[in-house]
C-alpha cells in the first residue's frame, strides 16, 4: 500500500467522509483511516436510524441552534451550508423529505442510503479507504505536520485533517483520542460535558415514578438559575421516565444544565408550562366555565384539560382531587394554573457523557483559523466535526456542522497540498 499522500482524514464519521470527498474534489491524493471495520457509524443511528441528515432553516437559525460555540460557523456556513448538503446528496441521486422542525430525511427513511451515497463518492473520486486501523499519532516537527501513526505504521501527508468525534456512544469509534492527540501537539482542549443528555432527578414523584411514560406535546421547559432568571427556554416535547425527564425539550436544556451544575454543584430548577400559547387569565376562565356549576369532582369536570395522569397529580398536589367544582374557590383555580404555567422540578445531573448524544466542549477554537479550519500552532493540521469546541442541538444541526466543517477542511487541506 502505498504510504505517501496529499491529505490523510482520520476518521471516517460524519466530518471525515465530507471531508476527504471535498480534500478529492480538489484534486489532492486522499487516505481516509478509520479504526472500525465500517464508516459512519454513528451518523447510522442518527434520526432513529433515519438519519437527521440535515436541517432546512436558513443559515441564521441554524447558528441559533447550535448553542455551543454556534457563531464560530458562520464563516463555514458562508462557504458551504445545509442546502449545499441537500445539493450534495440529490446530485448523488439521494432524494430528502422535510419533517417537523425543518427535520431533512432521505425519503427512503434509511441512514445507509445516505453512507451508501457518501462511500459511492468517495470510491468515485479514487479515495483510499483503510479501515481497521487506529491512528495513535501525528507527526509534526517544527510547527508542521508530515503525516500520521497509526498503530501499524506511519503514512506521509503534507496536510491532514482531523475528524476524530467527541466522546459520546463510545461504541460508534467516537471514543475520544483525537482530544489526547491534539494535546500532543500543543493544542488545548476545552472542559468536556454532556449535552443533548436526559435529565435525573431526584424528586420523590419521579422516584415513585408516579408520571413514568406520560409525554408531553408542545410544552415549553426552561432552565432556571439560582436567582429564578430563565437561561434557556424550549418550546418542544417531553417524556416523563422511571429517572427523570427525556425528550427533544429536556435535551435541548441539558447543555445549560450542565453549565449551571459546574457553576452552583447545587441541583437545577427547571420549570414546566403545559400550555405555553395561553395566558394565565385565559386558563382560568377556561376552567372557571368548566366547574363553577359543576357537581362532579375536579378530575371529571377538568377532564380533558391535561392528560389524565398528570391532571390527577396537579390536583392530589393541591389537595384538591376530591371536592367538587361547585365547591372550588377562585384562589384553588389560580393555583392549578400556576402548576400548569409554571411547575418546577430540581435536576440533580444529566446522562453521563458516554449515554449522551453530543459531547460539549473540544479543541479551543481561539486556536482554529475559522476560515479555513487549519490549526494556528500546526501548519497543515485541519479539524471538523464533534472534536472541536462546538456542539448543537439534536435534529440535523450537529450533522450539518459536521458536514459543513468537514467540507471546508477538506477544501483547504485539498487546495494547500
Ligand atoms: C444516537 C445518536 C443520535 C444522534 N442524533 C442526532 C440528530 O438527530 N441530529 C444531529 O444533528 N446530531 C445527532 N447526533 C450527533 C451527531 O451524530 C454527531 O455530532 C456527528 O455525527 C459527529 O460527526 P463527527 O464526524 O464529528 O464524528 P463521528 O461521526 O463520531 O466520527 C468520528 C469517527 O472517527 C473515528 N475515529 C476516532 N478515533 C480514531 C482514531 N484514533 N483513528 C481512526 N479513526 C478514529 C471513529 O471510529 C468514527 O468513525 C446523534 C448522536 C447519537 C450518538
Not at 172 to 192: F, R
Request: aromatic share 8%; glycine share 10%.
Amino acid at each position: 500500500m502505498e504510504t505517501t499522500y496529499d491529505v490523510i482524514v482520520v476518521g471516517a464519521g460524519t466530518s471525515g467522509m465530507m471531508a476527504a470527498i471535498s480534500a478529492a474534489e480538489q484534486g489532492a491524493n486522499v487516505l481516509l483511516i478509520e479504526k472500525n471495520k465500517r464508516a459512519g457509524k454513528k451518523l447510522l443511528m442518527t434520526g432513529g436510524g433515519r438519519c437527521n441528515v440535515t436541517n432546512n432553516r436558513p443559515v441564521d437559525d441554524l447558528i441559533a441552534h447550535i448553542p455551543g460555540n454556534g457563531k464560530f460557523l458562520y464563516s463555514t456556513f458562508a462557504q458551504w451550508n445545509n442546502f449545499d448538503i441537500m445539493n450534495f446528496f440529490e446530485s448523488q441521486g439521494v432524494h430528502l423529505k422535510e419533517e417537523d422542525h425543518g427535520r431533512m430525511f432521505p425519503v427512503t427513511n434509511k441512514s445507509k442510503t445516505i453512507i451508501e451515497a457518501l462511500l459511492n463518492r468517495l470510491k468515485e473520486l479514487g479515495i483510499t479507504l483503510l479501515f481497521g486501523t487506529r491512528v495513535e499519532k501525528l507527526i509534526h516537527k517544527e510547527g508542521k505536520i508530515y503525516g500520521v501513526r497509526t498503530e501499524f505504521e506511519e503514512f506521509d501527508a503534507s496536510c491532514v485533517v482531523l475528524t476524530t468525534g467527541g466522546r459520546t456512544y463510545p461504541s460508534t469509534g467516537s471514543t475520544g483520542d483525537g482530544y489526547k492527540i491534539v494535546k500532543k501537539v500543543g493544542h488545548t482542549v476545552t472542559p468536556l460535558y454532556a449535552t443533548e443528555s436526559p435529565l435525573i432527578s431526584e424528586e420523590p414523584f419521579i422516584q415513585e415514578k408516579t408520571l413514568q411514560g406520560l409525554s408531553l406535546q408542545d410544552i415549553s421547559l426552561s432552565v432556571l438559575n439560582q436567582k429564578g432568571r430563565v437561561l434557556t427556554e424550549h418550546t418542544m416535547d417531553l417524556l416523563f421516565t422511571h429517572f427523570g425527564i427525556s425528550g427533544p425539550a429536556a435535551l435541548r436544556c441539558s447543555s445549560f444544565i450542565n453549565k449551571e451544575l459546574k457553576k452552583t454543584e447545587e441541583p437545577v430548577t427547571v420549570s414546566l408550562d403545559c400550555f405555553p400559547a395561553k395566558t394565565k387569565q385565559d386558563l382560568i376562565q377556561e376552567l372557571t366555565a368548566k366547574s363553577k356549576m359543576s357537581k362532579k369532582t375536579l378530575a371529571n369536570a377538568w377532564h380533558g384539560f391535561l392528560p389524565e395522569r398528570l391532571l390527577l397529580f396537579f390536583l392530589e398536589r393541591l389537595d384538591i382531587e376530591k371536592q367538587t367544582g361547585q365547591q372550588t374557590t377562585d384562589r384553588q383555580v389560580q393555583d392549578f394554573v400556576q402548576l400548569c404555567k409554571a411547575f418546577t422540578m430540581t435536576i440533580s445531573k444529566t446522562f453521563p457523557i458516554e449515554k449522551s448524544f453530543v459531547t460539549g466542549g473540544g479543541v479551543s477554537l481561539k486556536e482554529v483559523n475559522p476560515k479555513t479550519l487549519e490549526s494556528k500552532l500546526v501548519e497543515g493540521l485541519f479539524f471538523a466535526g464533534e472534536l472541536l469546541d462546538v456542539n448543537g442541538y439534536t435534529g440535523g444541526f450537529n450533522i450539518t456542522a459536521a458536514f459543513a466543517t468537514g467540507h471546508v477542511a477538506g477544501m483547504n487541506a485539498g487546495q494547500r497540498s
